[in-house]
């Protein structure tokens, strides 16, 4: 399986002004229970939704209102466990998935969700011509058929234990086929809107403005009945808009908050920010892997990763926001929700991410042949200054053991560009990224690494990283059921990969949540993409 998928971009913080950094907030993972019931909440997206329709749901904001209107199969708790959707399932052989859709469930219109229904919205991820954004996810599909009126079965060509944690995304989604084909190509859009089955159905998108969706009364699931009646989107842009919009209460939450208003936000009596563990990781990634970029050397890149003061990454230049990852691998920590004891024994005999060692890294340097050639950096220039102030950073930390990095700010248009244009490539020795795993499972990114010589490579994989060990034993893992096993095969590629550093971790980034006041219940932690996060959110009283 391809990890081309993993690469959504999370909304990078945005720092407009140097600041003292924020007093330490404590990260949670929910918010307390809410209790009663609210006429209209009204809530912002940090840009406008391109499409809810599901398989086209490209990014945060799209998946953060999907979530709410289209059930998925399968749900995805807040820590990294699954539990079931619209049906339950079964893996009776390693290639094959069963799943029994509830009974009585309907659509908004009232058509019911049977097992034909379900066939095709899966197979919309199969089909070249819908541009499913999740078809890499169906790589190892062999077919998708109704066997029963509620029942679908899954067949795979080998046993990929990514697959039934897909089905808790968008690709899991569920959508009526004869709204679909009416609407055509406006379908998802503000013309043609989407028909579910989810906690809350959609109303109206007026572009440029909002989207509004009110609570489905007549839901399927009991235990889960919406407290608030209408929620209505905005898209207020820019961080000086998002932060007073919160702070005057014109707007009562937010997901993704502007990280250069935290203080603001912490401090206001309008409301509370929420700091929780999420999948997103600011990462250093080489990206030619031609022989003329110095970062191909395995020693340069461990010697960069070691000069890194990240406490102070994430105190000064992320706000509070960030932290050093405790994982001390390449991703955030919500990423090992399994087999937790194999992970954190391996893991702590990896380098500690937070520590800095200069002499090491002076040495490393000094045994490399390195002959001060320029290692040219690439950053977004018109996207968030964070970016900018960490380039500056590393090029100052780098200088003090013999390293010279030239700074490279791009405009958006050409940066996005990376690993997808070889072109612009060439041109680059390492770029600022911004990583999230859409999976709590290593797997999902490192199947990127799980490659065959001579075979394509993700684009997400800038540095064309490639080593047999690591190539074996995350493809075994992505076969093998038991979470033991599958975690001890992970560990042993990580190993390597830890050694090698295809890309070089910097800090995890905080899922940040405001409540105004009075509000609360949905998750803070990074399921909010995936979990109908609104239909908890209510009033404290």
């Not at 997206?45 to 998925?72: G, K, R």
């Not at 000069?307 to 000064?316: E, L, P, S, T, Y």
């Not at 064309?464 to 060990?469: E, R």
Request: include cysteine; aromatic fraction near 10%; glycine fraction near 8%.
């Amino acid at each position: 399986m391809a990890a081309s998928v993993a690469g959504c971009a999370s909304k990078a913080p945005v720092h407009t002004a140097a600041k003292a950094a924020q007093p330490e907030q404590a990260w949670v993972s929910s918010t307390a229970p809410a209790s009663g019931t609210v006429k209209t909440v009204n809530w912002d997206l940090f840009y406008e939704p391109s499409s809810i329709d599901p398989i086209h749901a490209l990014d945060t904001t799209e998946d953060e209102v999907v979530s709410n209107l289209c059930d998925t199969l399968v749900r995805m708790n807040a820590d990294g466990t699954y539990s079931p959707g619209l049906a339950t399932y079964s893996n009776p052989t390693p290639t094959t998935w069963v799943y029994n859709i509830h009974p009585g469930v309907k659509f908004w219109d009232g058509k019911p969700v049977n097992g034909a229904e379900v066939a095709y919205s899966l197979n919309r991820n199969l089909t070249p011509s819908l541009g499913s954004y999740y078809s890499d996810f169906f790589t190892d599909v062999k077919s998708i058929r109704q066997t029963g009126p509620l029942q679908v079965t899954v067949k795979l060509k080998r046993p990929d234990e990514l697959f039934n944690q897909v089905m808790s995304l968008s690709a899991g989604a569920v959508t009526e086929e004869a709204y679909d084909k009416a609407k055509g190509k406006s379908l998802g859009s503000a013309t043609g809107g989407i028909m579910c089955s989810g906690p809350y159905r959609f109303v109206k998108w007026v572009p440029g403005q909002s989207l509004t969706m009110v609570a489905n009364h007549d839901y399927w699931d009991k235990a889960v009945k919406p407290k608030v009646q209408k929620i209505v989107f905005s898209f207020i842009a820019g961080d000086s808009a998002e932060t007073n919009s919160l702070t005057s209460g014109e707007i009562q939450g937010m997901y993704d908050t502007p990280v250069s208003g935290t203080g603001t936000l912490q401090s206001s009596k309008k409301g509370h920010l929420y700091l929780g563990k999420s999948l997103t990781q600011f990462v250093v990634s080489p990206v030619s892997p031609t022989a003329g970029n110095p970062l191909q050397k395995v020693a340069l890149r461990q010697a960069l990763s070691l000069v890194i003061d990240r406490k102070q990454v994430a105190a000064n230049i992320f706000d509070g926001v960030a932290e050093v990852p405790a994982s001390n691998t390449l991703f955030s920590e919500p990423v090992y929700p399994y087999a937790a004891s194999v992970f954190r024994a391996a893991q702590s005999s990896f380098p500690d991410l937070g520590t800095v060692d200069m002499a090491k890294a002076k040495k490393l340097v000094a045994g490399s042949g390195y002959s001060k050639q320029p290692i040219k950096l690439a950053y977004e220039s018109d996207g968030p200054s964070y970016d900018g102030e960490f380039a500056q950073y590393l090029q100052s930390v780098a200088a003090k053991i013999g390293l010279v990095i030239k700074l490279d700010p791009l405009p958006a248009s050409t940066f996005n560009e990376l690993g997808f244009d070889k072109s612009l490539d060439a041109g680059v020795d390492a770029s600022i990224q911004y990583w999230f795993n859409e999976l709590p499972d290593p797997v999902q990114w490192y199947s990127m690494f799980a490659t065959q010589k001579g075979a394509s490579f993700d684009v997400y994989n800038y540095a064309h990283y490639q080593n047999p060990v690591v190539a074996e034993y995350i493809q075994l893992a992505q076969q093998t059921a038991n979470p033991v096993k599958r975690a001890h095969y992970v560990v042993t590629a990580e190993k390597q990969i830890m050694h090698d550093l295809p890309w070089i971790p910097v800090v995890d980034l905080a899922n940040r949540l405001y409540l105004g006041k009075g509000l609360t219940g949905p998750t803070a932690a990074y399921n909010n993409m995936w979990t109908a996060w609104a239909a908890s959110l209510g009033s404290s009283k």
